[in-house]
């Protein structure tokens, strides 16, 4: 790490609110990691008749805990549960449920209020919305984080081989990002998206097609500065190939400026999804996801707990990025100062 961008990142930890607010980030993502392992309805371990399982990680047979069946246990099954604890004991997670688990032994009407069962509540469908809301976090900040490292490396790419080669190649790549650049982005992306089978991936491909223009622009400018100046200039009389001097000379200052940009493309990639589930267009159907979630308090006005829990999760989760793009900002500003 050199010495300018080592005296940037001690002044971005030194601002307490964006440290805050990446401190807060990477927790809720951890924790959205370990969402099997919080919220389940399987058990983390079994021991049944002096042997270890694993359901979490492993399927097994009903018949292997004194089940009928050869299907997946039901471990939510009142004979299951009697036969495991008849021949051993079993521990299930912090909050035993799924986000797709239907509650079907709730003495309330679904949508349900918060109680000690659910925490936040049940939905329509009797599902638990914590455990969702845990599940809809890692789908979404996943999604942000693959699709902004993704463009990243693709705007660079292009804006590197256009800022450094120039003229022709700079010419044709400008008109094409300008096509691109004045396209509705949103409506292409429903019309792509209805015309193909709702995935992951297949979202993420999508949105990676408009994504990478945000990167072009700042790298491009920085190759054609820099392409001129008098060690890159240097370089090539000594006969350093033209792809050595771009990847070791010029990046390294191209990446450190589009580093400011990476919160507020994260924020992008959620909101996108979020706005492609609410409007029925993102992940398959029944997935946890913060747009459906969201779409569920919509359509459930009289059941106020799911609204305000999207809406706190929504407000943290959006206000760190805000907070940690605005302390890399003013960071890697060169007229900035200490905090």
Known sequence: MSTQLQRQM????????????????????????????????????????????????????????????????????????????????????????????????????????????????????????????????????????????????????????????????????????????????????????SFMRPSFFGLLLVMLIFGWIKFVGVVRAEFLRTRSLEYVMAAKTLGVSDRMIMIRHILPNAVVATITYLPWNIIGGIMSLTSLDFLGFGMPIGSASLGEMMSQAKMNLHAPWIGISIFIVMFGLLSSLVFMGEGLRDAFDPHGSEF
């Not at 004194?66 to 471990?75: A, F, H, N, P, V």
């Not at 099954?77 to 079993?90: C, D, F, R, V």
């Open 10 to 193: 001690n002044r971005y930890w030194s601002n307490n609110r964006a440290r805050t607010a990446t401190i807060g980030f990477i927790a809720i993502f951890i924790i959205s990691l370990l969402s099997d392992f919080i919220a389940n309805d399987k058990p983390l371990i079994v021991r049944y008749q002096s042997a270890y399982y694993f359901p979490i990680i492993n399927h097994y047979p009903a018949t292997t805990f004194g089940g009928k069946l050869t299907s997946s246990t039901d471990y939510r099954s009142p004979h299951i549960q009697k036969s495991i604890k008849q021949n051993g004991w079993y521990v299930m997670p912090l909050i035993p449920f799924n986000y797709d688990t239907h509650d079907f032994l709730a003495q309330q009407p679904q949508p349900a209020p918060p109680n000690w069962t659910h925490w936040l509540g049940t939905d329509d469908q009797g599902r638990d919305i914590l455990a969702r809301l845990l599940y809809a976090l890692r789908t979404n900040i996943s999604f942000g984080l693959i699709l902004t490292t993704m463009s990243l490396l693709l705007g660079v790419t292009v804006g590197a081989i256009q800022g450094y080669f120039g003229g022709i190649t700079d010419l044709v790549g400008q008109r094409m990002i300008e096509v691109f650049s004045g396209m509705p982005t949103l409506y292409l992306l429903i019309i792509l998206t």
